[in-house]
């Protein structure tokens, strides 16, 4: 179930974001929200609904790995 219309872009932010490594994704979610450059809910939102959200990437990209490469903002 898709909860966010906008969930692309929010989702390569966040992807982006995870794969640097710079911060705990859960513990300084403060931190990586700033870095993501998303609001606090849309980030909420990635967190509960990522595997789906992965699930829906690798659909229609192949591999979560694609989609960081094609997908523009």
């Not at 390569?12 to 609001?39: F, H, L, Q």
């Not at 606090?40 to 509960?48: K, N, W």
């Not at 595997?51 to 979560?64: I, P, W």
């Amino acid at each position: 179930m898709i909860v966010n219309k906008d969930w692309k872009p929010n989702f390569y932010k966040y992807e982006k974001v995870r794969r640097s490594g710079r911060y705990n994704m859960v513990m300084e979610a403060d931190k990586a929200i700033e870095a993501c450059g998303i609001t606090s809910r849309e980030y909420r939102d990635i967190i509960l609904s990522y595997n789906t959200y992965k699930r829906y990437v690798e659909a229609e990209y192949g591999t979560v790995d694609n989609f960081i490469r094609k997908f523009k903002l």
